[in-house]
């Protein structure tokens, strides 16, 4: 079946630590995305990728970092230097329209919520 | 102000009533707009995308006032299984911008 999965689904991590979250997509999207959603709050984006090889900061990247080394891969690592790393966080992939680079629909993993002791 | 502005609910509506939401967004170059649905403590789904002429899904419908900035959902003769948050998503350049979402209960 296609579809965006994300490992693991929970995570505990100790303060100082650095952690890397598994995003993996097999719908041949070009562009995928990383957010972050905290309780009771909208979505917001960390990092996004149009392209392998390349990649954007979004509204909230302070603390955060990616790769794109292969199409179907968006790793994301949650560095020691991100102050409230707590939260659900949530990969999507998309295939931007034909009217541009932008973003389509987008498709999310079932996410995974980081906890931090 | 935010980019896209939901009443956060939730919104308590029994078995079979008719309920809707309200979206507003600030960005008038805004492009395209959708509906997400969401359950409690997982991912958000696509719902519907919302056409300028309004558009249809069963019982649910979404119309866009693009002169008034806003976006609404309207669902009619409500399940049980329609208990969730609700997302008004706006794309506005390249990226989604996310409402903090309106949450729904029926009740039987």
């Known amino acids: 079946d296609g579809g965006i999965t994300q490992s693991p689904k929970y995570l505990f991590r100790k303060e100082g630590q650095n952690v890397t979250l598994s995003c993996e997509q097999n719908l041949n999207h070009d562009a995928m995305y990383w957010y972050r959603q905290d309780p009771g709050q909208g979505l917001r984006l960390i990092y996004y990728s149009q392209i392998v090889n390349d990649f954007q900061k979004g509204d909230i990247a302070e603390g955060y970092s990616v790769s794109r080394e292969k199409k179907e891969s968006f790793p994301l690592t949650v560095t020691s230097a991100q102050k409230n790393p707590t939260a659900f966080y949530l990969c999507?992939?998309?295939?931007?329209?034909?009217?541009?680079?932008?973003?389509?629909?987008?498709?999310f993993g079932p996410g995974t919520r980081l906890t931090v002791l | 102000r935010k980019e896209v502005e939901q009443d956060p609910g939730p919104f308590n509506v029994p078995e079979g009533a008719t309920v809707a939401f309200n979206c507003t967004y600030s960005?008038?170059?805004?492009?395209?707009f959708f509906w997400y649905r969401q359950d409690c403590r997982k991912e958000p789904k696509l719902l519907m995308s919302v056409y300028s002429s309004g558009n249809e899904d069963g019982r649910f419908t979404a119309q866009l006032n693009r002169a008034s900035q806003y976006i609404s959902l309207l669902i009619r003769d409500s399940k049980l299984s329609d208990s969730a948050t609700y997302l008004c998503?706006?794309?506005?350049?390249?990226?989604?911008?996310f409402g903090g979402g309106t949450r729904l209960m029926v009740k039987p």
């Open positions: 998503v706006v794309n506005a350049g390249n990226m989604l911008t």
């Open positions: 999507a992939s998309s295939k931007p329209g034909l009217a541009g680079v932008g973003a389509d629909t987008q498709y």
């Open positions: 960005n008038s170059a805004s492009q395209s």
